[in-house]
């Protein structure tokens, strides 16, 4: 019964990690959102709204937004 409990709270606890507030409400992310820019671009900008989120809810889902590049903001192109 124990372990049962235990592995239903592991779970849980790795869905939670996983989720992030841009990657779960931001929409598709579009391939400029995941190229970084070359050397004299300028930089991408952020989803400050989704940073804020993302920090006061659960700040270990800040790495899964830049991991992704969900993060950043759509590219106008």
Known sequence: ???KIFQ???VFMIALSLSS???VFGGK???CQKTKPAAGEPSRDMRVGALIADILLFWPGTIVDFA??????PCDK
């Open 8 to 10: 239903y709270i592991f």
């Open 29 to 31: 992310v579009s391939t």
């Open 21 to 23: 507030c841009a990657t």
């Open 68 to 73: 992704t590049g969900a993060i950043y903001k």
């Open 1 to 3: 019964m124990k372990t």
